[in-house]
């Protein structure tokens, strides 16, 4: 199960064992003792990759020919793509108890190393909370004017409260900046993305990128994409003009601006914006007008199927040797 990495070690059990005792009561299935766990981040991140690459028919040909995934949750985000196995070779080393930079997995016939990284905590909802962080107990300049309560993540409460001249794109640019930790002094390795995580090398595996679940709403909320379509082709700087127009309004403003955005979302839909912006081009290091493309759903034959991990799961294990 995903989902839960965010909740605390008892917390997380507690759902668990009441799923287990489901599934053993209630249910026709037989499941082993160890069936129901909490999916790692880089296993969800490797099984949306399979997931994309799979609906897009890229399975089996050279890593190159095959795209890069960048998942953005709500309490971590992940980035896989295929490097080569010279890439694979010189890969960090991970700390004891981080998790490898690169997986080896068989897929059609194909050997790929598949370099993944989960971020927690940078999640949109739980990065809402790291950026609240920096402000400390003062006014925020992510938050949209007119704006002052509590924003409430993971059991603790954080202040949001608008400055005086409302929302800045550029300061929010600043805190954000300092809640991902883009910092050189950070990267122990040649090249890093942020918070002194390896970057993979960039190679021909990430030169096309699919980015998928809250990127695709908070463009579709925001007005700059179809939300009936399944696809959409944009480029980062979309979400900084969309940031641009939400950073300038005031709470009363939102819902004739943005008309498909939830009311719960409105504080704060300067600081998704601008962070969906600053993530991707700071902190993953894409250019400003590359484009990339939002998914929700894939077409495979005469079907659209989601773009989500189980998917990838279940191809993974009909897969290996």
Same mark, same amino acid.
């Given at each position: 199960?995903?989902?839960?990495?965010?909740?605390?070690?008892?917390?997380?059990?507690?759902?668990?064992?009441?799923?287990?005792?489901?599934?053993?009561?209630?249910?026709?299935? /037989?499941?082993?003792?160890?069936?129901?766990?909490?999916?790692?981040?880089?296993?969800?991140?490797?099984?949306?990759?399979?997931?994309?690459?799979?609906?897009?028919?890229?399975?089996?040909?050279?890593?190159?020919?095959?795209?890069?995934?960048?998942?953005?949750?709500?309490?971590?985000?992940?980035?896989?793509?295929?490097?080569?196995?010279?890439?694979?070779?010189?890969?960090? /080393?991970?700390?004891?108890?981080?998790?490898?930079?690169?997986?080896?997995?068989?897929?059609?016939?194909?050997?790929?190393?598949?370099?993944?990284?989960?971020?927690?905590?940078?999640?949109?909802?739980?990065?809402?909370?790291?950026?609240?962080?920096?402000?400390?107990?003062?006014?925020?300049?992510?938050?949209?004017?007119?704006?002052?309560?509590?924003?409430?993540?993971?059991?603790?409460?954080?202040?949001?409260?608008?400055?005086?001249?409302?929302?800045?794109?550029?300061?929010?640019?600043?805190?954000?900046?300092?809640?991902?930790?883009?910092?050189?002094?950070?990267?122990?390795?040649?090249?890093?993305?942020?918070?002194?995580?390896?970057?993979?090398?960039?190679?021909?595996?990430?030169?096309?990128?699919?980015?998928?679940?809250?990127?695709?709403?908070?463009?579709?909320? *925001?007005?700059?994409?179809?939300?009936?379509?399944?696809?959409?082709?944009?480029?980062?700087?979309?979400?900084?003009?969309?940031? /641009?127009? *939400?950073?300038?309004? /005031?709470?009363?403003?939102?819902?004739?601006?943005?008309?498909?955005?939830?009311?719960?979302?409105?504080?704060?839909?300067?600081?998704?914006?601008?962070?969906?912006?600053?993530?991707?081009?700071?902190?993953?290091?894409?250019?400003?007008?590359?484009?990339?493309?939002?998914?929700?759903?894939?077409?495979?034959?005469?079907?659209?199927?989601?773009?989500?991990?189980?998917?990838?799961?279940?191809?993974?294990?009909?897969?290996?040797?």
């Amino acid at each position: 199960m995903s989902g839960l990495r965010t909740l605390g070690h008892e917390a997380s059990e507690n759902i668990l064992q009441a799923v287990k005792e489901l599934l053993r009561d209630r249910s026709m299935l /037989k499941t082993e003792a160890n069936a129901v766990t909490v999916l790692d981040g880089t296993q969800e991140g490797a099984y949306q990759w399979v997931t994309i690459n799979y609906l897009l028919r890229n399975l089996g040909k050279p890593y190159s020919d095959t795209v890069g995934v960048v998942d953005l949750g709500g309490g971590s985000v992940q980035m896989a793509y295929a490097i080569s196995e010279e890439d694979a070779a010189t890969a960090p /080393k991970p700390l004891e108890g981080e998790d490898s930079y690169v997986r080896e997995m068989y897929l059609k016939g194909r050997k790929y190393f598949l370099y993944v990284h989960s971020y927690l905590h940078y999640g949109l909802l739980a990065a809402r909370a790291e950026i609240l962080k920096v402000s400390e107990d003062s006014n925020n300049p992510c938050i949209v004017a007119g704006y002052d309560g509590t924003y409430k993540y993971g059991g603790d409460g954080f202040k949001a409260a608008a400055v005086q001249s409302g929302a800045s794109l550029n300061e929010c640019r600043r805190l954000t900046v300092n809640a991902l930790k883009v910092n050189d002094t950070l990267c122990t390795h040649m090249k890093c993305t942020f918070g002194g995580v390896w970057n993979g090398g960039r190679g021909g595996g990430q030169k096309n990128m699919f980015v998928a679940s809250f990127f695709f709403d908070r463009a579709a909320e *925001a007005g700059f994409v179809d939300p009936k379509q399944p696809v959409a082709t944009v480029r980062p700087i979309d979400f900084e003009k969309a940031a /641009k127009k *939400a950073c300038s309004m /005031k709470m009363d403003e939102g819902k004739s601006k943005f008309p498909r955005v939830e009311e719960d979302n409105f504080p704060y839909l300067c600081m998704d914006l601008v962070y969906q912006y600053t993530l991707l081009v700071d902190g993953f290091g894409l250019e400003p007008s590359q484009t990339i493309t939002l998914v929700k759903k894939v077409k495979y034959g005469e079907h659209a199927v989601e773009a989500a991990w189980p998917l990838g799961s279940a191809i993974e294990a009909v897969s290996s040797p």
